[in-house]
């Protein structure tokens, strides 16, 4: 079936930086999409980034865009995000997610497949 693992978060002060992993097992991801998530108390889970099969096309959400970095490697099975320049409302628990297609999209009913996910706190 395949499994998804984050790991990485954890507690950082405000313009800090985090690099969150995402390994897969069970079954290869290097056909789909693959993307990350939030979720903060409250609120609905919303996109972060994503990154396309083959890690030629990333896209990200405005709010993030310019202080993340997301990237795979595919002989790993394992993808990243790297979050630099961190803010107090980027605190929420990080999901890993992949798609059946390997194109990118943002909505959250488009991905199949979801890690546990990790809890990123950034204090002020």
């Known amino acids: 079936q395949g499994q998804l693992v984050e790991s990485g978060g954890g507690l950082v002060q405000t313009g800090g930086s985090l690099r969150l992993s995402c390994a897969a097992s069970g079954r290869t991801f290097s056909s789909n999409a693959m993307g990350w998530f939030r979720q903060a ?3 609905e889970r919303e996109f972060v980034a994503a990154v396309n099969w ?3 096309f990333k ?9 993340c970095t ?19 409302e980027d605190t929420a628990v990080y999901y890993c997610a992949a ?7 943002a909505g959250t009913r488009d991905y199949s497949y979801w890690g ?6 950034v204090s002020s």
């Open 59 to 67: 896209y990200y959400a405005d709010s993030v865009k310019g202080r």
């Open 99 to 105: 798609r059946s297609g390997s194109s990118v999209v």
């Open 54 to 56: 083959d890690g030629s």
């Open 41 to 43: 108390p409250g609120k």
């Open 70 to 88: 997301i990237s795979r490697d595919n002989a790993k099975n394992t993808v990243y995000l790297q979050m630099n320049s961190l803010k107090p």
């Open 116 to 121: 546990q996910g990790t809890q990123v706190t």
